[in-house]
């Protein structure tokens, strides 16, 4: 049970910051710092986007994954398999479902 406290503990909110009566005093410091920093701030996050797993090996290792490395031509993926996990992804069960995607162009009507 992890919400049960062992006997003789008392419960982290009783003391520090998350007091009753400290808080309400803490409260006001930490609202003018937060006011004050929030332009310093938005400036200064900036959003990364997150790299595929093509990418990330390609970082790494210097190669791309997905290209041959017989005959250079890029190679498409059908099946995924890992040594502890077994299968992880199957084009095939995935054509099955009927949640397949294509990305080649289709033949007009």
Same mark, same amino acid.
């Given at each position: 049970?992890?919400? @049960?406290?062992?006997?003789? &503990?008392? /419960?982290?909110?009783? %003391?520090?910051?998350?007091?009753?009566? @400290? &808080?309400?005093?803490?409260?006001?410091?930490?609202?003018?710092?937060?006011?004050?920093?929030?332009?310093?701030?938005?400036?200064?996050?900036?959003?990364?986007?997150?790299?595929?797993?093509?990418?990330? %090996?390609?970082?790494?290792?210097? /190669?791309?994954?997905?290209?041959?490395?017989?005959? /250079?031509?890029?190679?498409?993926?059908? /099946?995924?398999?890992?040594? @502890?996990?077994?299968?992880? %992804?199957?084009?095939?069960?995935?054509?099955?479902?009927?949640?397949?995607?294509? @990305?080649?162009?289709?033949?007009?009507?």
């Amino acid at each position: 049970m992890q919400h @049960t406290v062992a006997k003789g &503990f008392k /419960r982290i909110r009783y %003391y520090g910051v998350q007091a009753t009566k @400290t &808080f309400a005093k803490v409260k006001v410091i930490i609202q003018a710092a937060l006011a004050k920093g929030a332009g310093v701030i938005k400036g200064a996050v900036q959003i990364i986007a997150r790299l595929t797993y093509r990418q990330r %090996y390609e970082q790494s290792t210097g /190669r791309d994954p997905l290209v041959c490395p017989h005959c /250079r031509h890029e190679m498409g993926i059908w /099946r995924i398999w890992h040594p @502890t996990y077994g299968v992880i %992804y199957d084009e095939g069960e995935v054509i099955k479902r009927g949640t397949y995607a294509s @990305t080649a162009p289709r033949a007009g009507p």
